[in-house]
């Protein structure tokens, strides 16, 4: 029989003790672990959220970047015509119908004369165009009663020198909706400002572009700082946002303020009733002096990491249970606790909405026009990266399918906002003019003036006529065209400088004829240029063998053979450059 000696009882305590220690350590070491955990996980999500905001507000901003871009374009390119047709007071009213015509984003344009211009139409003369159901409608709004010689956005508007955008406010006598307005003084031949164009836009889109969500917040303010858009429709255009803050009277506020209406960029973090907030703000709109504000709850960002911290906690507590049975079997078994780490998922949605505008801009649906038998038309454009610079685009009209190619220089995002701009700008010029020459000065013109990123963008634009098969083009640096049918030939291209580098420029129009049967076949660099795994490129001339061999096919037909040719030239490699491919065939005279 064994008798519990001193130093038994003494290995045992020692040994109770030890595990108490390692149990102890254990706790203490877990609990700082997820403590650290906590940190940084929070700090991670933090970082998330800000990612979150800045591709919010920068989608956002190119939202109305375009449509602001697209109002301030349109009515440049008809102020030399609006300053032209002053001559006779009731002139203007065709070329208020024909601005409104081609500029579906109006919903109202008026000419507000200087005093006693037209004797004969009295002190006030205000002709104004506005869309009245399916048609438009005008009339005389000046009067004593709508004295706009005394109004802010006539004086601002005509002592500027460049266009401006007013103050939002509430159309109570057309749409009903909040319109903004685009002002830009016309000058008489002499070079005096006699008169100012002022071109309506409704806002009331802006409600869909900002919806308002569980786990954010959204705001847009005037330069003003009026409310455009809020959580509460009801305060829209009733408060500004000192007064909507005006009962938080603190130093944060005032500087948050301060900042947003100065169209500064930045973060904060603010507490009301008791709730903290991650709050987000960003100039938006260009000229406009928008500013947008993102809140986010931090109840809402937080929500799932307390969920998981909670979840770590007890799964803590099974194994601190676990230990100390393992630990009542010997010391020298302990394992350590295996601690499980919530996995997060990282937002990196950003680019993927960018490129979803992106793409949404160029047509999509073949055949576009299923009541035209002359043309049939195909069209492809991938993306090397998630935005890129390429586009495509074309329109009918008058008999004629005009039709376009480009390629931006450069990457990313600035790429994407120049292509943009550049099918915006082709829309609006090609519905004014048929002539290549003539849009392509028109839209260089254009975008030299408002290129301060000293982007250019090769460009080639068609016009096809389909009574006479008669086709004249203009090339600005671009792949000059293919023409597919009985031999295949490379069009000839006089040379041109890339739009977007000098204004001024005189481009020249080509001429040639178009059999039936014939496909005019369009492409970027990015099909020539395309790299295989020893850096070796397509070639032009691979490129016009493989096109022989597609006399007969239709456009759809051969460019789904040509991306397939360069996917398998490419097999093993990542794609280079932007692919866009453009197949036009004359099917047949009128």
């Known amino acids: 029989m064994k008798t519990d000696n001193p130093i038994n009882r003494t290995w045992r305590k020692m040994q109770a003790i030890g595990g108490v220690l390692v149990l102890v350590t254990a706790a203490v070491l877990l609990q700082v672990c997820s403590a650290v955990q906590y940190y940084f996980s929070r700090d991670g999500i933090r970082n998330e959220v800000r990612q979150r905001a800045v591709s919010e507000m920068k989608v956002k901003n190119l939202e109305i970047l375009q449509m602001v871009t697209r109002v301030e374009t349109s009515v440049a390119n008809m102020q030399w015509e609006l300053e032209k047709s002053m001559a006779h007071p009731d002139s203007v009213y065709p070329v208020l ?180 907030y991650q709050l987000f703000y960003s100039p938006v709109g260009g000229s406009t002096g928008w500013s947008m504000c993102l809140v986010f709850p931090e109840k809402e960002i937080y929500r799932g990491l307390h969920h998981v911290s909670r979840m770590l906690m007890f799964t803590m507590l099974i194994g601190l249970l676990f230990l100390g049975f393992i630990m009542w079997r010997t010391l020298r078994g302990m394992r350590k606790l295996s601690e499980v780490s919530a996995e997060k998922e990282r937002i990196g949605s950003e680019l993927k909405i960018a490129r979803n505008i992106q793409m949404g801009m160029l047509p999509k649906t073949f055949p576009p026009y299923p009541d035209c038998d002359e043309v049939t038309i195909y069209g492809s454009l991938v993306p090397a990266k998630e935005v890129g610079g390429d586009l495509y685009d074309f329109n009918v009209n008058n008999g004629r399918l005009l039709f376009c190619v480009g390629d931006v220089s450069g990457k990313g995002v600035p790429a994407s906002l120049m292509m943009a701009v550049t099918r915006s700008l082709f829309r609006t010029v090609s519905y004014q003019t048929d002539k290549p020459d003539e849009i392509m000065r028109r839209m260089n013109d254009a975008m030299s003036e408002m290129n301060e990123n000293s982007l250019f963008v090769t460009f080639f634009i068609g016009s096809l006529d389909f009574k006479t098969g008669d086709f004249s083009y203009s090339n600005a640096g671009h792949c000059p065209p293919i023409l597919i049918g009985p031999k295949t030939t490379v069009l000839e291209m006089d040379a041109n400088i890339p739009l977007g580098i000098m204004s001024g420029w005189d481009y020249t129009r080509q001429e040639t004829h178009v059999d039936s049967d014939t496909i005019i076949f369009n492409y970027t660099d990015g099909l020539t240029e395309a790299q295989n795994i020893d850096h070796g490129q397509y070639g032009e001339e691979r490129m016009l063998a493989e096109l022989e061999k597609m006399g007969s096919a239709t456009p759809r037909t051969l460019i789904d053979h040509m991306s397939e040719v360069i996917h398998n030239f490419e097999a093993g490699t990542e794609q280079s450059d932007d692919l866009t491919m453009l197949a036009i065939k004359f099917n047949k005279h009128q």
């Open 97 to 276: 119908r024909r601005i409104m015509a081609t500029s579906p984003d109006l919903v109202g344009c008026a000419i507000a004369f200087q005093p006693e211009y037209f004797p004969d139409k009295g002190h006030w003369y205000e002709p104004y165009m506005f869309r009245g159901g399916d048609s438009l409608v005008d009339k005389q709004i000046g009067s004593a009663t709508h004295n706009y010689f005394e109004m802010p956005w006539y004086t601002d508007g005509l002592a500027s020198d460049h266009g401006l955008w007013t103050e939002p406010y509430i159309d109570s006598s057309g749409s009903e909706g909040i319109v903004c307005t685009y002002t830009i003084p016309l000058c008489d031949t002499s070079g005096r400002k006699v008169a100012l164009f002022g071109a309506d836009v409704t806002l009331d889109w802006l409600s869909d572009l900002f919806e308002q969500k569980e786990a954010v917040i959204t705001y847009l303010f005037s330069h003003a700082g009026r409310m455009i858009v809020c959580p509460d429709s009801s305060m829209a255009m009733r408060f500004t946002l000192d007064e909507a803050s005006s009962a938080y009277n603190d130093t944060t506020s005032k500087r948050i303020n301060r900042n947003i209406l100065e169209g500064r960029q930045g973060d904060a973090e603010v507490e009301y009733q008791g709730e903290k």
